[in-house]
């Protein structure tokens, strides 16, 4: 009996994928539950398990898009693996080295694109990527790949003679240009592309911004930070907070935690905040659900297995979705001040930044102080600027004095 597969549902509004991989051959024997293929979607990758033991019979290749529900191969539960899969083929002494093992079938153009970390190693070292052997999924070049390559040797500098002689600088000719190299676009890529125009298209964005100090929090944290990874076995940081923060702000003005549906204003009485997440696959916003229900020490282990599974490639769809106001840190990158753009559909986003001592004014006296700019981008159709301009005042209230965290006020 033959059973088809089919590219499964991967979520809500998701209507096609790109096969990224097969795990198996045409022709070769899986097991029931064998990881057989991955996709790639605008969210997120997903893994596809054989149904029943059989042989396995690829009609799709790696690289095309596929839609929802159609039929990219089979498995025949009668019949039999092909000679070529049982023995394997005798190699010369020349033979190509064998494939890492956790190399799979890939589609070249998927192969050849580099993550932006581990280009960014790749052109500060001055590396050739073609050189690195790529220990990641399909044997792509990872950022440890690109750390641990070896630079290419360079000819040593000749030594300047002891005596030289003055030479007229040479006419300047047309410029030379460098080769160009260019790579498709991933799947996600184009799909995060794509939400960003759409954003600004289809929304009033606004800015506002304030400031506030980190003293006191930076002053908490130093003071508990060590019995709190003892206890509970992760490191405090400043996340928690601005969750909390948020959430009171977005008790006190609810229109900050809707959104525009047609003509009509959808409120949403629970707090799903978006933690944006930067990946190897680019940035995703994985959703930590009830952030009212989390303690402070629940936020940060969330927070913690959202990141995890951002780097490990394992954020699934449902990860992805629901979410109703988001929270993004450019201040871990160095980042002063920015201005966010809006996570389809929701209304408003946090901007958080770096921290940075500057000399303020605190009770008619001049003195250093933490400080952190804050931007709140919002949708102005829906939200006016003094609602936007006081839930950014509430967020900032919950951060100066922390004590208002715990009473909720």
Known sequence: MKIDVKVPAVGESITEAVIGSWSKKSGEFVKMNDVIMSLETDKASVEVVAEKDGVLTIKSQAGET????????????????????LAPEKKAATATPATPANSKEIHPDLKNHLPPSAQRVVHERGLDAASIQGTGLGGRIT????????????????KAPATTTYQAPAPIGPSKQGDIKRVPMTNI?????????????????????????????????AKYKDKFKEKYGVNLGF????????????????VVNAWIDGTEVEYHNYYNIGIAVSTERGLMVPVMRDADMLSVAGIELAIRDL?????????????????????????????????????APQSAILGLHKIEERPVAVNGKVEVRSMMYLALSYDHRI??????????????????????LLIEV
């Open 143 to 158: 950022k440890e790949d690109a750390v641990k390559a070896t630079p290419t040797a360079q000819p040593p500098a000749a």
């Open 307 to 343: 990141a995890t599974k951002g780097r490990d490639g394992k954020i699934m769809p449902d990860d992805l979705s629901g979410g109703t106001f988001s929270i993004t840190n450019g201040g871990v990158f160095g980042s002063l001040l920015s201005t966010p753009i809006l996570n």
């Open 239 to 254: 996340n928690g907070f601005f969750v909390k923060a948020v959430v009171e702000a977005l008790k006190a003005f609810p």
């Open 189 to 221: 890529r184009k799909k995060i592309a794509e939400r960003l125009v759409q954003a600004q298209h289809n929304a009033a964005i606004l800015t506002t911004f304030n400031e506030v100090d980190m003293t006191k929090i930076i002053e908490l944290r």
């Open 383 to 404: 939200i006016d600027g003094k609602e936007a301009v006081s839930f950014l005042v509430k967020v900032k209230e919950g951060i100066e004095d922390p004590e208002r």
């Open 66 to 85: 596929v839609q929802i529900g159609a039929t990219v191969g089979s498995i025949d539960t009668e019949g039999k693996a092909t000679a070529s899969t």
